[in-house]
């Protein structure tokens, strides 16, 4: 397997890659992840199942868009592809550093700057992406309250329903959606998609994000997110807000938003988060 990934790198990077030494590294719940080198070369591995091979290529492209915003620094993507039985995603491999404030003023800025007019008049993506283990449909619309209620709240509340957890009839509850964000028409922003904690870190002088499910839609998903599983430091908060200023009424939409990712997490993982999907699917909406 680590012959077949070497020879995908150096097919791509035209050098003399051998796999000299590796370390798997903890923190991935999907994913197996390992820094592999030589005395020259350092690569970030990916791999999971063969059948996976399509979560890597969707953050592959997701990785290559916001690259090519040039507002935060992204891993770069080498090659992606298959051995005998795994799909593998070979990423820089980048230092990283205990965070920092200077890291946390930094990330604000550069996801203010993502964020900012990307010249985009619908909402959606050009491919489906994954969030998590989930797949994440895109079909691009120009109705942001029909894109999140349809695309968001009631793709995962069908797929809930599929696997026996109910939440209410699904057509009403996206109908309920579609009303609060009726008269609310955001500039589509390419969003990182799944920005929460474990996936951004810091180097010495910059801050750096990953494992995107990326998409055109309201920045506000961003931010909302960042505020679910333990809020980050306030530094962050006031260096976006500096550079872009939220709406004020976007305390109104994040937990609607925020509903969308605990949907997941009870797909994914049930449990605990099978309960708060309901609690806050009976408060937004009953």
């Not at 791509?12 to 903890?26: C, G, N, R, T, W």
């Not at 491999?93 to 700057?113: K, M, S």
């Not at 028409?185 to 990326?214: K, Q, T, Y």
């Not at 605990?272 to 806050?280: K, N, R, V």
Request: net charge negative; hydrophobic share 35%; charged share 25%.
């Amino acid at each position: 397997m680590w012959q077949a990934i070497a020879e995908h790198i150096n097919s791509e990077l035209d050098i003399d890659f051998k796999v000299e030494k590796k370390q798997q590294l903890s923190g991935g719940d999907i994913n197996l992840a390992y820094h592999i080198s030589d005395d020259k070369h350092d690569f970030f591995i990916k791999l999971n199942e063969k059948e996976q091979l399509e979560q890597f290529i969707s953050e592959a492209m997701s990785l290559h868009c916001i690259e090519q915003r040039h507002a935060i620094r992204v891993p770069r993507v080498i090659c992606y592809g298959q051995t005998l039985d795994k799909a593998f995603l070979v990423l820089e491999y980048l230092p990283l550093v205990d965070e920092h404030n200077a890291g946390w003023e930094t990330l604000g800025l550069a996801l203010a700057r993502l964020h900012e007019d990307s010249g985009q008049a619908m909402y959606g993506f050009d491919w489906d992406s994954s969030l998590g283990r989930t797949s994440q449909p895109n079909k691009w619309q120009g109705s942001w309250s029909s894109f999140f209620s349809e695309q968001r709240l009631g793709w995962l509340l069908q797929l809930l329903q599929e696997q026996g957890f109910g939440f209410g009839k699904i057509d009403f509850l996206v109908e309920q959606c579609r009303q609060r964000l009726h008269h609310y028409e955001p500039l589509p922003s390419l969003v990182h998609g799944d920005f929460w904690r474990g996936n951004v870190g810091f180097m010495a002088d910059e801050a750096v994000i990953f494992d995107p499910a990326s998409y055109y839609g309201d920045r506000e998903v961003d931010i909302a997110f960042s505020e679910l599983f333990g809020r980050f430091p306030e530094r962050f908060y006031h260096s976006y807000q500096n550079q872009y200023p939220l709406d004020k009424n976007y305390g109104e939409r994040k937990h609607l938003y925020n509903l969308y990712h605990v949907l997941n997490h009870a797909y994914m993982f049930r449990g605990s988060y099978l309960l708060q999907a309901q609690d806050m699917v009976k408060h937004l909406f009953y």
